[in-house]
């Protein structure tokens, strides 16, 4: 088998918005996600405070496909728009062609060597992460099995789900382990707003009653001091997990309020990039949950090496994303330290999610995953997709 095309797609937002509209899957004003007030790194400008696409500069969601000879395709995605796609279309995508799509360990290799002298971590590996997933998903379609499989098989039947988003109300009774909150306020927003994100998490448990967890997820906008001091104020209200408070950088702090903070666990990772990033987390204590974004971190080949190593710093992982990018979920059932898969109604607990490019993304079943049937990442260009889709040529 050798790889024959490698094409490289950007989704136009405007006309997959148009879609999501027409189908009753998202409001006008866009996701809660880019336009509700949540802490960020830049918190501290008033002008960008309000929401994050005022600032966000992702780019839009990025659809890799490669074919084989034998007319076998795969899927992958990330985001970062042009500037990935670029990455592909210029740089990687030439010294995939007429390679076998099975050695997937050793084109990773190609992939970050290549993108070394301007890579490592952000953009160039958000494009080897693309393609990473897209050829885990023609080879385990090439094997005619799901990418779990693929992946050294099933570790469990069923996964529950947790999920991010501050609409309480329609979150419980429906079967998730538990719900992630988006924390609104940082340091920029003094004492009046740690009492108000306090009051936030006490009304939360007040709404899931004593048995739901609550994580809080703070999107590298707060500092250790903030940390220390908002993982106090939140302590009666058993609070599971505190994610991402500080920049990525900063690893000294990571390591310091992993040590401080006892009434929740630290977690982070979300923004870290390869197994040589996670080395440095796990080597300097900074967390005792591991979240890589396997659209991010370098794929699903990268997000198993990582599991592994945190395996044998007995930490568990729980994927950013999990529970919404189909290849991830394959790497949820395939390794045993990985519990839950993260979810997100990402218009709103009253929608469904639907993707306007890809068909047969699972959803979770009152709160739980079930192992997926469907062979490789379990997706296809819906009909139509290639509409909303701007090919680089
Ligand atoms: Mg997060």
């Not at 796609?85 to 060597?113: C, Q, T």
């Not at 939360?204 to 500092?223: F, K, Q, S």
């Not at 519990?339 to 607990?349: T, V």
Request: glycine share 10%.
């Amino acid at each position: 088998m050798k790889i024959q095309d490698v094409r490289v797609f950007i989704v136009n937002g405007g006309k997959a918005h148009a879609l999501l509209l027409k189908q009753g899957a998202a409001s006008e004003g866009g996701s809660w996600l880019s336009e509700t007030v949540i802490a960020n790194p830049m918190s501290n400008y008033p002008e960008y405070t309000d929401r994050r696409s005022s600032w966000l500069g992702m780019g839009g969601r990025v659809i890799v496909q490669i074919i084989a000879d034998n007319g076998i395709e795969g899927l992958g995605e990330s985001t970062g728009g042009m500037a990935t796609a670029s990455i592909i279309h210029e740089h990687i995508r030439r010294i995939l062609i007429g390679k076998d799509p099975r050695d997937i360990e050793k084109l990773w290799d190609m992939m970050f060597k290549i993108t070394l002298p301007y890579g490592r971590k952000g953009i160039p590996i958000m494009a080897v992460s693309a393609v990473d997933l897209a050829l885990w998903d023609l080879v385990s379609k090439a094997r005619s099995e799901p990418l779990y499989m693929s992946l050294g098989g099933a570790t469990k039947d069923k996964v529950q789900a947790y999920v991010t988003g501050n609409e309480s109300k329609l979150i419980k009774d429906r079967g998730y382990m538990g719900q992630k909150l988006a924390m609104p306020y940082g340091p920029s927003s003094g004492w009046e707003g740690m009492k108000r994100n306090a009051a936030l998490v006490a009304e939360t448990r007040e709404i899931l009653g004593p048995d739901m967890e609550i994580m809080l997820d703070c999107y590298m906008a707060w500092n250790v001091d903030y940390t220390i001091r908002m993982a106090e104020l939140v302590a009666p209200y058993r609070v599971k997990w505190i994610e991402e408070t500080l920049p990525p950088d900063d690893y000294a702090g990571y390591a310091e309020i992993n040590r401080k903070v006892t009434s929740s666990a630290i977690a982070t990772g979300e923004h870290e990039y390869t197994r040589y990033g996670y080395k440095q987390l796990i080597d300097c204590g900074a967390a005792q949950i591991l979240q890589p974004d396997i659209c991010w971190v370098g794929g699903v080949s990268e997000a198993k090496k990582i599991c592994a190593m945190a395996s044998a710093a007995h930490l568990p992982v729980i994927p950013h994303a999990g529970g919404l990018q189909p290849w991830a979920l394959h790497l949820v059932f395939s390794q045993v330290n990985i519990p839950y898969a993260e979810f997100a109604y990402i218009h709103g607990a009253d929608r469904t999610n639907f993707d306007p490019v890809f068909e047969g993304v699972q959803l979770p079943k009152d709160g739980w995953f079930g192992l997926p049937e469907e062979i490789g990442a379990g997706i296809r260009l819906r009909e139509g997709a290639l509409d909303l889709l701007d090919e680089l040529k």
